[in-house]
Every structure is written in structure tokens, then in C-alpha cells.
């Protein structure tokens, strides 16, 4: 293999672990309560935003703004919970899908009025050199939001699947009426999984804020491959958004380096379809 | 003799109105619209053209006795229509052809503006222009520069900025200088975003190239907005050109700067072909990147005093920005349109049309580097030109052609 195919390899994972990190809050809502959250990239947005808030403000680079971001986006996550979703959930399925999209237009439109349109980026000296080995380059914001982003996706899943709040979570996700009945509070646990999912999607937010442009629309771009991320790894399963990131990322740049990068989403929806077809719940979601 | 009296109070108060509807006029307000991209991922470059279009009105209506030869620049309004003011109504183009072809068609049936501006997107004129077309309202586009839109046969559409022809023409004299100049030309680049925009300049890029002898080994067309550039940056690093030329909105050009430091790799040669490498955030977000990048503009803060040099010194007074190029040919335009109406003296489209027709401005009358401003027969301005500049020290100067530099090229190309 030629140096060159392994670096866009490398530089594949990197980007496609990047993927999964922002893609597993937005599956694990859908695991939890069956409704897409599509504010969900701006909420990345204001993830990006609180990071540049903490550089500009107090120099603070990812060590401060990763744990500050969590916790903003939790805390926007619960309020969205409390003040919006819990109401709409009773609502026609039309009232839950146009509920979280206004979410997302009042949330984008703050920024512009807040921010203005004008791109920030933090500064790329923050994290220091890339590491180089032999030929291979990894930049370092990369590497840290990739190796985060899997440390974070196999964190909620080990939470969901190891621990007694996981197993009420998922026994409310499965039954509410009869997990009520075992007494364990649907809403709780629900808000708890808006909390979780909010504050992993605001870790993912700060890192990607790293090495990317942050503006009011960003989340717009990011938020179609989170969606296709969740849906290729099979709706409500965190390891299938970290599989499904990893192969959308890898595929996405080898196909975009060998055949043309207007043909990569070509090949990746391709896919896509392909998997939906033979398994419309997904790589690993369940039937 | 009763119906003598009502008579002459019918014609007294028939009087009294036209005396109420003249003075009317005199505070009229001539509506023009501007459709650009308020929201989505070129709002920035939007909301910059706003505040140059608002720079322009303002100038017509309040005047600014610094400006000289500038049409229209004495605060009197619009003398032609007895002084009346230019009312600017913006629309959001949102980024999308189909959002701005409604705005169109809302900004001329409920708004009923009499002319059009805009609207900075090629692929959003192109929809936008159409439906101005159809109304018979006059369309001028200040920046958009894909080639065919000219070639439509329209008769209601002008555009002010040089095209894409006169770009490649000057990129082409310019690398051929270079390698007269010693500067290894061997292999160029072409690198675009996909849209009308890109695909039309580069197209005519590569065709003035071919003519000349200019040897394109490698063209990457990509999708705009993309979440990651990687893979078009390792593609240039396993080929190597000397020369790349890049055709792309803000956030791509924002990525292609980080991510050519983060994968270590530059040509001899980087030019950038305006849009979004001119987008005063990209500027602050990846100046310190890209330093020796060459660019085209057709608006350079001149020497102090000339035109250009007291207008961006207005503007910034007024918004704390530089102007920029894109915003610099967004507030000419209005300029051209307001300088039209006045002529034509009348909010009548058709009297615009034949007065935009018969614009003849001089080049100190342009705030732009442009030699003038005069519409050919598919409305394109054939006085329109530009010049070639260079990022040094965080700021574009102006380099080439010789006449109009201010600063020495330096090459090869720096980065970061």
C-alpha cells in the first residue's frame, strides 16, 4: 500500500470516529424515547461556540472547555427536555418532529443574532505539532477528538448496558407503563438520557471546535452525516454509530481520494441504501 | 352658477391633490431590492455586501462631499426624480437557487420594487434573474461571474463585475510572467467547488489555459460545505503541482487552509480566485495560513486620497471592517443602479432599462479599480477589470499589473 492510501486511510478513521462521537447522542435518544432530535447539530453548534467563548474569554483550551461544554449542553438538553419535548411527546408524531425542528431554528437563529455570520475558528496552534510517523501525518485536535470521541461512545454504552441506571433506561425505553409499575420514574430517566445525550454531544462540540470552522450554519452541515450515521448503524445503538462512523468516514475518504470527491457521497449513500435494504434496521439495531 | 361653483371646487380639490401628490414626489422613496445570502454558509459574505449596500444608499441620500467625481455623491438624493431617496429592501437568498427565485418574485409583486441587485451566488442569480426577466424588471449583478449568465439573451439583466473570461486572462499573463520570471509553472492545479460558480470558472479557466500553453495536469471539482477536505488535499500531495488554483466559498476555503498546514504539504504557486479567500472572516481566521497566497481582486485600497483609498476609509469608520472586494463591487453596483434611476427619471422599468443601457461612467467615477462602467449588448460591463493581489502580513496588497501595485510578489508561496 502506498504511504499516501494509508495517510487518507489514517485521516479517514480520524475524521469517521469523529462521526460517531457526534452521531451517538442523537442515537441514544432515538434508543431511548423514539424521537429524532433534530436539533441535534445545533446543538454541536453551541458546543463549538462555548468552546470559542472559553478560548476568547478565559485562554482556555480543550482541558477547560471539554468538561464546560458537557455540562452547558446538558443543562440545554434537560431545559429542552422539560420545556419542550416532554410536552410535545403527547402529541401526533408530526408535533414531536416539527417540536425539536423549531428547537433547531430558534437555537441557529440565537447564533446569528448572538454571534453574527462571521466564521470563528480557535487558534491551530492550541494542541500543539502533528505527530508524525515514518510518512504518516496525525494532527494532533484529530487525534484527540477521535480517541475522546471512542472513549465517549464506549463510556454510554457500557453506562446503558452495565450499570442499574443503563438497565432503567432501557427498561423505560422498552415498557414505560410496566417500568412505572417497577417503580421507576419514566420521565427521570428520560430527562437523564436527554442530560447524557446532550452533554456527549457537547464533548463532541468543543472537540471538533478544534480543527474546524464553527458559524450558526455549521451544525446544518454536520448534522446530515450524523443522521445517515445513525440510521447506517441501526437507530438506538451506540456501538453501530461508532461502527457506522468509522466505515462512513474510511469509505468517504478512500472513495473521495481514488474516484473524485463529488462522488463520495455517490458511494457512501450507495451503501447507504444497500444496507437498508438487507437490513432496514441498520448494521447492528435491532429488528 | 351653482354648477360653475361646484366645478371650481371640484378643480380646486383636483388641484389641491396634484399640489399634495407633487410634494409626494418630492420625498419619494425609490424602492430597489437586494437579494443576498442572509443566512446559510455564505451569510457572512452576505451580511458584508449588506453593510456596503447600505454604505451606497446612504451616500445617495446623505451625501459625502470627499467623494468628488463619484455620481450622485452630493446628498441631494436622486435629482432626476426631484430628489426623491433610495429605499433598499434585502431579501434572504438563504443560500439556495429556490429560496431566491421567491424572493424575487416577493420583492417585485408585494414590495414592488422597480429594479433588482444581486445576488452574490452565480447558481442563485441565475433563478433570481429569471424571474426579473420575466416581470420586465431591471437585474443588476454586482459579483456573480459565471460566464453564461450573460449568454441567456436576457434583456433586462446587467452585470457590472469583470467575468471569469477576464480573470483566467489575467491569471494566464500572470503565471506566464512567472516563469519568464524563473518560477516553476510546469504543473497547475485546478481545485473547485461544484456549483455554477466553480464549474463555469473553471471551465473557462482551463480553455484560456489550453490557448496559451499552460499545462493543467490535475482538475478536483468537490461537493461545497463538505464536513471534511482531506482526501482533495492528499490527492494534490501525491501529484505535486506546482501551481493550484482554488475555486471555493468561505467554509471550504477555511479547511483547505488548516488542513493543507496539518498535512504538511504547499505549491510554489497558490491562487486563490476571490469568493470566499476575500470573505473578510476568512481573512481573520486563516490569514496567518496562507500568507503569499495570490488572489484577484477588483477593489484594493488605493493611495491615500484616491477614491477607493477615502471610501474604505468611510466604510470602516462606519462598520470597523476593511472593505472587501466582493462587498467593494456589491456597493458599485447599487451606484450603477441609483446613477440609472436618476437618469432615467422615472421608476418606470423600461425608462431603468434603457438608462442602464446608456451608462457611461468613467473610471474615477467608480469606487472599484474598474476603467468604467459601460453595458454591451448582453449586459455585461466591457470597462470592468482586475488586478492581482497578494496576502502579505495578514492583508491583501496589491501586486500585479505593475500600474496598479502596491507591493512587491513574493515568491514562492509561504503559507503558514
Known amino acids: 500500500m502506498s504511504p499516501i492510501l494509508l495517510q487518507v486511510i489514517v485521516s479517514g478513521l480520524l475524521i469517521g470516529a469523529v462521526y460517531a462521537l457526534f452521531s451517538s447522542g442523537l442515537t441514544l435518544i432515538w434508543g431511548m424515547m423514539n424521537v429524532i432530535n433534530f436539533a441535534h447539530g ?30 452547558v449542553l446538558a443543562t440545554v438538553g434537560l431545559l429542552s427536555y422539560f420545556l419542550l419535548v416532554r410536552h410535545v411527546m403527547r402529541g401526533p408524531m408530526l408535533a414531536q418532529i416539527l417540536g425539536t425542528f423549531g428547537l433547531a431554528l430558534l437555537l441557529r437563529y440565537s447564533a446569528f443574532w448572538y454571534f453574527g455570520a462571521n466564521f470563528k475558528t480557535l487558534p491551530d496552534t492550541l494542541l500543539g505539532p502533528p505527530f508524525v510517523l515514518g510518512s504518516i501525518r496525525v494532527d494532533a485536535p484529530r487525534l484527540l477528538a477521535g480517541t ?39 420521565e427521570r430517566m428520560q430527562a437523564v438520557a436527554w442530560a447524557l445525550a446532550a452533554g456527549a454531544t457537547g464533548i463532541a462540540g468543543a472537540l471538533i471546535a478544534t480543527f474546524f470552522y464553527t458559524s450558526p450554519t455549521v451544525g446544518e452541515t454536520l448534522a446530515i452525516v450524523a443522521f445517515v450515521t445513525v440510521a447506517f448503524g441501526g437507530f438506538g445503538s451506540v456501538p453501530g454509530a461508532l461502527v457506522a462512523g468509522l466505515l ?18 455517490v458511494i457512501v449513500y450507495t451503501l447507504f441504501v444497500l444496507v437498508l435494504w438487507t437490513r432496514p434496521q441498520g448494521l447492528m439495531g435491532k429488528a | ?209 489550453a490557448k496559451d500553453g499552460l499545462n493543467i495536469t490535475q482538475v478536483i471539482p468537490y461537493s461545497a460545505n463538505t464536513t471534511d477536505v482531506q482526501p482533495q488535499v492528499l490527492q494534490l500531495k501525491e501529484k505535486n503541482p506546482d501551481v493550484v488554483i482554488f475555486i471555493s466559498y468561505t467554509s471550504d476555503a477555511i479547511l483547505y487552509a488548516k488542513t493543507m498546514k496539518d498535512l504538511n504539504w504547499k505549491p510554489a504557486i497558490m491562487i486563490a480566485d476571490d469568493a470566499g479567500f476575500n470573505d473578510p472572516s476568512f481573512v481573520a481566521t486563516s490569514g496567518a495560513l496562507v500568507e503569499g497566497l495570490v488572489n484577484r481582486s477588483s477593489f484594493a485600497v488605493g493611495k491615500p486620497g484616491s477614491v477607493s483609498a477615502v471610501i474604505n476609509e468611510l466604510y470602516k469608520k462606519k462598520t470597523g471592517n476593511d472593505l472587501d472586494d466582493p462587498s467593494a463591487r456589491a456597493m458599485q453596483g447599487m451606484l450603477i443602479m441609483a446613477d440609472a434611476i436618476n437618469r432615467a427619471g422615472s421608476t418606470e422599468p423600461a425608462k431603468i432599462q434603457a438608462a442602464l443601457k446608456a451608462t457611461d461612467l468613467k473610471a474615477s467615477q467608480v469606487i472599484t479599480g474598474y476603467n468604467g462602467v459601460k453595458f454591451d449588448d448582453k449586459g455585461q460591463n466591457v470597462l470592468a477589470s482586475s488586478l492581482i493581489t497578494q496576502m502579505q502580513g495578514g492583508k491583501y496588497v496589491p501586486v500585479w499589473p505593475k500600474d496598479k501595485a502596491a507591493g512587491e510578489l513574493k515568491l514562492p508561496y509561504k503559507g503558514w
Open chain 1, 42 to 71: 445545533d446543538f454541536v453548534m453551541l458546543a463549538m461556540y462555548t468552546a470559542f467563548l472559553v478560548w476568547t474569554v478565559f485562554g482556555g483550551g480543550p482541558a477547560a472547555s471539554v468538561p464546560i461544554a458537557a455540562v
Open chain 1, 148 to 186: 475522546i470521541g471512542l472513549l465517549v461512545t464506549l463510556s454510554l454504552h457500557l453506562i446503558l448496558t452495565r450499570t442499574a441506571l443503563g438497565s432503567r433506561m432501557l427498561a423505560v425505553s422498552e415498557d414505560a407503563t410496566a417500568a412505572q409499575l417497577m417503580g421507576i420514574r419514566p
Open chain 1, 248 to 265: 462512513i468516514g474510511v469509505i468517504e475518504a478512500v472513495s473521495a481520494f481514488l474516484i473524485g470527491p463529488v462522488y463520495k457521497d
Open chain 2, 1 to 209: 352658477m351653482f354648477l360653475q361653483r361646484g366645478v371650481v371646487a371640484v378643480l380646486g380639490a383636483a388641484l389641491l391633490a396634484m399640489g399634495t401628490a407633487q410634494n409626494g414626489a418630492a420625498q419619494q422613496l425609490v424602492k430597489i431590492g437586494a437579494i443576498y445570502p442572509l443566512s446559510g454558509n455564505a451569510a457572512s459574505a452576505g451580511g458584508f455586501s449588506k453593510a456596503a449596500i447600505e454604505f451606497a444608499v446612504d451616500l445617495v441620500n446623505h451625501g459625502n462631499p470627499a467623494l468628488g467625481d463619484v455620481p450622485l455623491s452630493d446628498g441631494k438624493g436622486l435629482p432626476g426624480l426631484g430628489g426623491a431617496k433610495i429605499e433598499v429592501i434585502f431579501a434572504d437568498n438563504q443560500g439556495t437557487p429556490a429560496a431566491g427565485q421567491n424572493q424575487a418574485l416577493r420583492l417585485i409583486t408585494e414590495e414592488k420594487v422597480v429594479a433588482l441587485i444581486g445576488a452574490y451566488q452565480s447558481g442563485i442569480t441565475v433563478t433570481t434573474s429569471a424571474i426579473a426577466e420575466r416581470h420586465g424588471i431591471p437585474f443588476l449583478a454586482p459579483e456573480s461571474v459565471a460566464a453564461n449568465l450573460t449568454e441567456r439573451g436576457f434583456k433586462w439583466f446587467f452585470r457590472a463585475t469583470p467575468v471569469a473570461g477576464d480573470f483566467a486572462h489575467a491569471y494566464s499573463d500572470f503565471l506566464k510572467e512567472q516563469q519568464a520570471a524563473g518560477q516553476k509553472t510546469a504543473s497547475i492545479a485546478i481545485v473547485n467547488e461544484n456549483t455554477e460558480y466553480g464549474n463555469s470558472v473553471a471551465s473557462v479557466i482551463k480553455e484560456q489555459f
